[in-house]
């Protein structure tokens, strides 16, 4: 779309989501350019439902859509995303949505959300309630192979003791935007990992928020995010511990090249009613150009007393001393930096659902010619 009509464009996504754009001075939005979306979001979509072809296995059944359109507005408001733009965007956007209610342990399930050479913007509602006990490994697959964009708002209810493995794969299109809002609500003895892996979108957003609303429960954040080109990937993540004894494990991790751009925050909230939590956040990134920037901010807001809380950041290069073992043992500079390349984006990618093998990760994030 043309320069020009960006003023136009802003002004109807400022309409859909009732408040205007978030800028720079905005703390949340201060390192992020939505021109890319007005770019590509001047329409709704006019393709299918994309979810209307789905099956289901056992286990896993429909919730009736006033029922399925309370509890999604219960776990939001629980994980205070309610206000969040890109959320607030989602419901202007008039979605398709898709709620599901899992008994049990079920067998895998993966989704595909291909906005393929479609317009316009593309919202997406998804609603997961896991009943106590139950247990669902879930893989959600983005992609786009034009100028469009697609948001997603999940929203995730784990009762007692449930678990749930979900993962999200989204290779893109260097003119095809992303907003993805995940808010999940975890009871006592509930389980998630959840593993992201995004790369070659024009701007892509992600926005996990995890609350543990009694604690006593775990959360496994793993995430990677590569940048190249122009291209910006922006996470900000937020755990918070309403209650004792919750353990948090979070990794994230980015490959910056050219004048790619990725931003990541990490937020994590210890009240005092939170006890004996045990949270770990680490960053790591990896920088292949001058060109490319990184902006990690973590941050924690600690008030209980008895906790064990750490987070570290790193941004680097490939190791040189890894890089002449490798030659020294007969293996050319750039397959060295590719072997070492491809060993750092494994450690997420791994825990990937395993309904992700199939579409070969590594190959498609990295832009590997298979």
């Known amino acids: 779309m043309p320069a020009l009509a960006l003023p136009k464009t802003a002004a109807w996504l400022a309409e859909l989501a009732g408040e205007p754009l978030p800028g720079r001075r905005q703390e949340d939005w201060r390192f992020t350019d939505l021109a890319p979306l007005q770019a590509v979001a001047a329409e709704l979509w006019s393709g299918p439902d994309p979810f209307s072809q789905f099956s289901l296995p056992g286990g896993i059944s429909r919730i009736a859509p006033a029922q399925a359109q309370l509890l999604l507005d219960q776990g939001l408001q629980a994980t205070g995303s309610s206000a ?37 913007l593309l919202a997406l509602q998804l609603l997961l309630v896991l009943e106590p006990g139950a247990s669902l490994e879930l893989l959600l697959h983005h992609g786009s192979r034009a100028a469009n964009a697609t948001s997603l708002v999940t929203v995730a209810q784990l009762g007692q003791g449930a678990k749930l493995n979900l993962g999200v794969l989204a290779p893109g299109d260097a003119r095809a935007c992303l907003l993805s809002h995940l808010a999940i609500s975890q009871a006592p003895a509930s389980e998630l990992q959840l593993t992201t892996a995004v790369g070659g979108w024009a701007l892509s957003r992600f926005e996990p928020r995890i609350c543990q609303s009694e604690g006593a429960a775990l959360t496994r954040l793993r995430a990677l995010q590569l940048v190249a080109g122009q291209e910006l990937a922006d996470t900000h993540s937020q755990v918070q511990f309403n209650g004792p004894d919750g353990q948090l494990d979070q990794l994230h991790k980015v490959v910056a090249d050219g004048a790619g751009r990725s931003v990541f925050n990490g937020a994590v909230w210890v009240p005092r009613s939170a006890q004996r939590t045990n949270a770990a956040q680490l960053s790591r990134s990896l920088l292949l150009s001058d060109r490319a920037r990184v902006d990690t901010k973590p941050e924690l807001e600690i008030v209980a007393d008895d906790v064990k809380c750490a987070h570290g950041a790193t941004v ?53 010619r298979p």
């Open 84 to 120: 969040s733009w890109p959320v607030r965007l989602n419901r202007g956007a008039s979605p398709h949505f898709l709620a599901l209610r899992v008994s049990g342990s079920v067998e895998p399930l993966q989704l595909t959300f291909d906005a393929a050479a479609g317009q316009g």
């Open 316 to 368: 680097s290069r490939l190791q040189q001393n890894e890089l002449f073992y490798l030659q020294s043992r007969g293996i050319a500079a750039d397959q060295a930096s590719r072997l070492l390349l491809r060993g750092y984006c494994d450690e997420v990618l791994r825990e990937l659902p395993a309904a992700a093998a199939s579409a070969h990760p590594l190959q498609l994030l990295l832009r590997e």
